[in-house]
């Protein structure tokens, strides 16, 4: 499962390791909307910000950028969008194409605040373990009425935990199937039924099975609470996020 | 002490299909019991029933004097089950976390539970697993996996469903080992299985099932020659005449 | 019936959750665009499952994508993903398996009305996902829908002339 495993969480002791998941989700939060008020200067500082505290938490640079090999091609396609329908004093054309310098201008910008967002998702996800993202959801739906946050915790451990079994179970079932020639059949609707019936009937045996395993180990919603614990660290933290936002949004 | 009292235990499926039929069983504190029977002869539901999984239609189930009924949580902590397939009962996305899952239903405290947790990875040596996806364990490793996630809540009796199905021979090695120490640290053992080979040199006893009723139960060297009436395979040293080994020698 | 009726539906749209995450990853190769299996499985969620199971299980996905967890295909996950290009079909999912939830358990489970259902999901998951793109790029309401719809049409109807007889085979495996 290399493809998954390629952005999770890497342990370290890096002071972004150390801070409380619920801080880092608020960052997440305040850098993400304050990069959309930022431009050239601001951006650039959050960007060395972000780089310097990913390769401090054990990233290369080599790493991060090969992170983008995907992203990359969503952002030249946004880039080259803008810069081909912003209306403007023209760079250069082509027949009905027209290239102008604010259509370059607001498609950089753009992709750089997107940027910056992925970079920020980064740095979370790789310092922060799996079962603490977990616990500050359960912690931050807790107060909320009619939100059952301790499910939505054990739902979202459920699926990261059958998301591997379930897609090699489908590689199966399509190599099996491949194996007795489907590929010359070439109705694509009968294809998908042949291959989803299976894989979906499977999903539910295993989820009658999984049921009664979990209540065979007494399941209920009625939980032991997840530890979260704050420190000083934390707090200076956020002071310093939120003045370096206050600074860029007032600029 | 008897552990386990059943009763006239009968058991319909909803589909009026006859799972169980007056069922009668005794079982000692601290035996290590082997159920054997062929596919369908009812194993898994009698197991099931152990910890209120299923419930009867007609007759008791008690554990140690108290029906299962009654209590279906304290039922269920005192009789861990471990099931036919490891990869559908493993839920947590670290091993850690899976064996933490049972400890946390109980609502113990936090510090309890780490406790438990180390202690049974340790137990059943996992301890360096402790981070592992589970998903990348071995066939008896997640096998290991899944009895820690049971006696992480202290149970006394501990029901194996065909402990040993889809392992290769390290893989049997590795949890009959397991079995065989837990039996030794004062469990209760129940073993579900159609194949005796493999367990039958540690059973204290032996039951075999046919189209859910209790047909013989003994000790296992006395019905060593009478198994294959039932369509179970007799075991290989016991047919050339010889005394059955363990496996692990 | 063994494990109590929450349980197990917890438990069924978990892993409808995690099947939804693993149709990122699955791609039947017909025709130029190859046709990825998400989106049927979120029709399939909202046919099987109802609005209320469906929105659970579609919001715990998406919950846990934004929050990082290794459920998005592709590489970057986290809530870069929301703000990119794609963003507005990952959260045009949870209207569209609501409605599809809501249709099929209003009407009578037939052809015509899963039909209807997923049609209108699939408008849901459109609106969202262009006008999305749309703000992003800043194309004509025209040129966005060329790249960001037309190409996946057929595919679509293809999704849910096949979803039909899916359904069709497990609704009495969820409701025995
Ligand atoms: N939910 C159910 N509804 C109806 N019949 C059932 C149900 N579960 C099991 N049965 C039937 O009850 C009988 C006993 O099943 P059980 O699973 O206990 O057998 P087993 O001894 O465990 O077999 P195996 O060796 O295959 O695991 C079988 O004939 C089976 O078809
Ligand atoms: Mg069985």
Redesign the interface.
């Known amino acids: 499962m290399a493809e998954l495993s390629a952005f999770n969480f890497r342990p370290g002791s890096s002071v972004l390791h150390g801070l409380d998941v619920r801080f880092k989700l608020i960052f997440l939060v305040l850098i993400s909307f304050t990069s959309l008020k930022a431009y050239t200067v601001a951006l650039s500082v959050l960007t060395l910000v972000l780089v310097a505290a990913l390769m401090h938490s054990g990233l290369s640079l080599k790493s991060i950028l090969k992170t983008f090999r995907y992203v990359s091609v969503l952002l030249a396609f946004i880039f080259i969008a803008r810069a081909l329908s912003t209306p403007g004093s023209v760079v250069a054309e082509f027949k009905a194409i027209s290239i102008t310098r604010e259509g370059i201008y607001y498609g950089a910008m753009i992709c750089w605040r997107l940027v910056i967002v992925i970079l920020t998702g980064l740095s979370f996800v790789l310092t922060t373990r799996p079962s603490e993202i977990k616990a500050a959801v359960e912690w931050t739906l807790n107060p909320f009425p009619f939100i059952p946050a301790k499910r939505i915790a054990t739902m979202m451990s459920l699926m990261v935990r059958f998301l591997p079994v379930i897609i090699d179970q489908a590689k199966e079932t399509a190599d099996a199937q491949r194996a007795r020639g489907i590929e010359n059949r070439k109705n694509p609707v009968y294809r998908l039924g042949k291959l989803g019936i299976p894989l979906m009937r499977r999903t539910f045996e295993r989820a009658d099975k999984l049921a009664v395993a979990m209540e065979a180990r007494c399941y209920s919603e009625n939980r032991t609470d997840p530890v979260l614990s704050s420190g000083i660290m934390d707090w200076i933290a956020l002071c310093g996020v939120v003045c370096l936002c206050l600074v860029i949004i007032s600029a | 002490m008897n552990i386990i009292e059943i009763e006239n235990l009968s058991h319909y499926f909803a589909d009026g299909t006859c799972g169980l039929e007056n069922i009668n069983l005794t079982i000692e504190e601290g035996t290590f019991v082997v159920i054997a029977g062929q596919n369908g002869s009812g194993k898994t539901t009698l197991l099931k029933h152990l910890n209120g999984l299923l419930l009867p239609t007609t007759g008791t189930v008690r554990l140690a004097g108290v029906p299962v009924s009654e209590n279906l949580v304290k039922a269920r902590q005192m009789v861990g089950m471990v099931f036919q397939d490891p990869d559908s009962q493993i839920v947590g996305e670290t091993v850690c976390d899976d064996v933490a899952f049972g400890p946390e239903n109980l609502c113990l405290d936090r510090s309890e539970v780490k406790r438990r947790v180390y202690r049974t990875l340790k137990v059943v040596g996992l301890l360096d697993f402790e981070d592992q996806k589970p998903h990348l364990l071995s066939g008896g490793e997640k096998r290991r996996l899944a009895i820690a996630g049971i006696l992480a809540m202290e149970p006394k009796v501990l029901v194996f469903d065909e402990p040993f199905s889809s392992l290769d021979y390290p893989g049997v090695k590795q949890v009959l080992k397991q079995i065989i120490s837990l039996h030794r640290s004062g469990h209760t053992i129940l073993a579900a299985a159609h194949d005796l080979e493999k367990v039958i040199a540690h059973a204290d006893r032996l039951v075999i099932m046919k189209d859910g009723k209790v047909v013989k139960d003994e000790t296992p060297s006395q019905l060593l020659g009478e198994l294959e009436a039932f369509g179970i395979r007799e075991p290989c040293a016991s047919r050339l005449g010889m005394e059955v080994q363990s496996w692990l020698n | 019936?063994?494990?109590?009726k929450q349980?197990?539906m917890?438990?069924?749209?978990?892993?409808?959750?995690?099947?939804t995450?693993?149709g990122a990853?699955?791609a039947?190769p017909?025709g130029p665009v190859p046709?990825v299996?998400q989106s049927?499985f979120i029709f399939?969620s909202g046919l099987?499952l109802g609005s209320r199971w469906g929105v659970?299980s579609v919001g715990?996905?998406l919950?846990?994508g934004a929050?990082?967890?290794?459920?998005f295909?592709?590489?970057?996950?986290?809530?870069?993903?929301f703000?990119?290009?794609?963003g507005g079909y990952l959260l045009g999912f949870l209207p569209a398996v609501y409605v599809i939830g809501l249709i099929t358990e209003k009407t009578r489970k037939r052809v015509v009305f899963d039909v209807f259902a997923m049609v209108c999901g699939s408008i849901i998951i459109y609106s969202c996902g262009v006008s999305w793109l749309k703000i992003?790029?800043?194309?004509?309401l025209a040129?966005t829908m060329v790249?960001g719809m037309y190409p996946f049409i057929l595919g679509d109807v293809?999704?849910i002339?096949?979803?039909v007889?899916?359904a069709k085979?497990?609704r009495p495996?969820?409701n025995p």
């Open positions: 019936m063994i494990a109590t349980l197990r917890t438990v069924y749209a978990s892993l409808l959750a995690a099947l995450a693993a990853y699955l039947i017909i046709i299996l049927l399939l099987l659970a715990v996905y919950l846990a929050l990082g967890l290794p459920v295909a592709g590489g970057v996950g986290g809530i870069g993903r703000a990119g290009p794609t992003l790029t800043g194309m004509t040129k790249v293809l999704k002339a096949a979803a007889p899916i085979a497990l495996v969820i």
